[in-house]
């Protein structure tokens, strides 16, 4: 449902080229900072609701995890029937039609109507990074055009002014020319993959791991550990050319990240061999260049999919397309071996965060360099020095994805939260969605924590499906803030099946309509919270623009 507003964003101090000038100001109704996939939802659907929006991006495509990150979907079951927004289907939509338009498919591959090209386990549409930033270009395209969108990129918050309990304004550096950016906004929205806004404004928040006095819940420690945050880890792309040699050098540092074992791993992370994330047992993977397309379809519910590595979260699967057209099928690595547990992005000198992204990048580049060199082979050989890093694929530094990919942000206290009570099927005794009256979409996943900073190995727990409640976007105390992604008021436990693709939209797209809302009928978003008319009045606008607020009649996995 689209509510068309006659003005763009107010923008003063142009220079004379009407470029941003030193010290611009910009005035808009909402600013969203950070474009991953929450931050595009949340602009998308205020603008779709007559707002006008000023978004913020700190890397060179939007997209966050899809894109910068290079992560592909990770989806639930049932995605290709519901469990999804309109908005987030249009995202879908658009990657297969993208293919079909400009590759060359093969007839086959055309007439599926649930193309998936890459043909990975991990989800029904595995894709390029590339591509989903084109589409995602695509669907804010008109907005720009109006002039109702002003996006700012590369551009990172570095201050804010808060008055009374409220966002005042934001001050955004664009990287590129070292110049400021002051944006005065009546709504402010954090999609930021970190959760950066919440320093800087001052908004109450919590970090790692919270007690199980704080929680409740049976998996949380008995002190909390705010330092103990999921692993990040920086993926990377390759293909393989039979015959040909593409060994890159290794890493100064090779040795120490060829022998790096922490002790719940029973083998050093730089192999095929380590803990499985649902039973904890020792397992060995295959990694087969060319493995032929699975018989079964991505299915989280019956199958991971991660025991054959390089059709795990395989993007391009060579046989999707005519022969000849792609000389190897395309893969993105992001596997256990990759995860960085030296180190956290949050709360640290930017020179440590340097130096823990530096690291990370070199145990990408070490597990690399190992698949080329030692990887075992069926033939009793070791070693693929065919293959090939694509670089070119990711635009990011040394040839791997243009920003690390991010599982835990900083979390906002909100008004409301959500558990491991609240989802967990071992706790609640059976698998039935979880509901509350404030929802403002569905989410499904299992809770899925990745090995942490502060020892611990994978958390993966059977979840219900779950209603995202109104409660987690909206602050306790700040009267126009609301996060959009996995900032959201979770747990840390929670946030591991918070974290994935369309719950992030989802919640970014709630927020930016949140956004809208209160901006047409002059109210806050405690205001909407706490009072049944305006909430149903709010989740009305949802249902029309296409937001499912309840599950059918389904169990968790």
Request: glycine fraction near 10%.
């Amino acid at each position: 449902m689209t509510h068309p507003h006659p003005t763009a964003p107010s923008i003063t101090g142009l220079g004379r080229d009407d470029t941003l000038g030193a010290g611009p100001e910009i005035t808009t109704d909402v600013l969203v900072v950070g474009g991953g996939l929450g931050g595009v939802a949340a602009a998308l659907a205020a603008l779709e609701n007559g707002a006008r929006v000023v978004l913020s991006e700190e890397y060179a495509w939007l997209g966050g995890q899809l894109t910068s990150q290079a992560v592909p979907l990770d989806e639930h079951s049932w995605i290709e029937q519901f469990g999804a927004t309109a908005r987030y289907r249009r995202l879908r939509d658009g990657i297969r039609d993208h293919y079909r338009t400009y590759y060359p498919l093969t007839a086959e591959a055309r007439a599926e109507r649930a193309l998936n090209p890459g043909n990975g386990l991990v989800s029904r549409i595995c894709s390029e990074p590339a591509v989903g930033a084109a589409v995602l270009e695509a669907m804010l395209a008109p907005h720009r055009s109006s002039g109702r969108l002003l996006v700012l990129q590369p551009a990172v918050p570095i201050s804010a002014v808060v008055q009374d309990d409220a966002v005042r304004s934001v001050t955004l550096r664009l990287t590129d020319q070292g110049r400021d950016v002051v944006v005065t906004s009546t709504y402010v929205v954090d999609g930021t993959e970190l959760g950066d806004l919440l320093p800087l404004t001052g908004a109450e928040h919590v970090t790692g791991f919270e007690s199980r006095e704080q929680t409740g819940e049976p998996s949380a420690p008995e002190q909390p550990q705010p330092e103990n945050q999921q692993a990040f880890s920086w993926c990377f792309v390759i293909d393989h050319l039979d015959g040909e040699d593409h060994t890159i050098d290794p890493p100064q540092d090779y040795e120490h990240w060829r022998s790096r074992q922490p002790d719940y791993w029973n083998a050093p992370m730089i192999s095929l061999t380590g803990p499985d994330p649902r039973t904890l047992e020792t397992t060995t993977r295959t990694f087969t260049p060319h493995a032929p397309p699975p018989a079964t379809v991505a299915d989280q519910g019956k199958d991971p999919g991660d025991r054959e590595l390089w059709t795990f979260r395989r993007i391009l699967d060579r046989t999707n397309f005519t022969p000849g057209a792609m000389p190897s099928d395309v893969v993105l690595v992001n596997w256990p071996m990759i995860d960085h547990v030296d180190g956290t992005l949050v709360d640290v000198e930017p020179a440590v965060a340097r130096e823990h992204l530096a690291a990370a990048r070199r145990q990408s580049l070490s597990m690399l360099y190992w698949l080329q060199t030692e990887a075992p082979r069926p033939d009793g050989g070791r070693g693929y020095p065919g293959l090939r890093l694509r670089g070119d694929l990711t635009r990011g530094p040394d040839g791997l994805a243009m920003a690390p990919y991010i599982r835990e942000s900083r979390r906002l206290l909100t008004v409301g939260t959500v558990t491991e009570n609240d989802l967990s099927i071992e706790v609640k005794g059976h698998g039935r969605p979880f509901t509350t009256a404030d929802s403002v979409g569905v989410g499904m996943y299992r809770i899925d924590l990745h090995p942490s900073s502060g020892g611990d190995n994978y958390l993966d727990i059977a979840s219900s499906p779950f209603e995202i409640p109104l409660g987690i976007i909206v602050p306790r105390r700040l009267t126009n803030l609301l996060a959009a992604g996995k900032n959201a008021g979770t747990t840390h436990i929670t946030n591991g099946a918070f974290r994935l693709h369309p719950v992030e939209w989802n919640i970014g797209e709630a927020a930016g309509t949140l956004a809208a809302f209160c901006l047409r009928h002059g109210l806050t978003p405690h205001a909407v919270h706490a009072t049944p008319t305006h909430l149903a009045d709010y989740q009305a606008v949802l249902t029309d623009d296409g937001v499912e607020l309840h599950w059918p009649d389904v169990v968790g996995y």
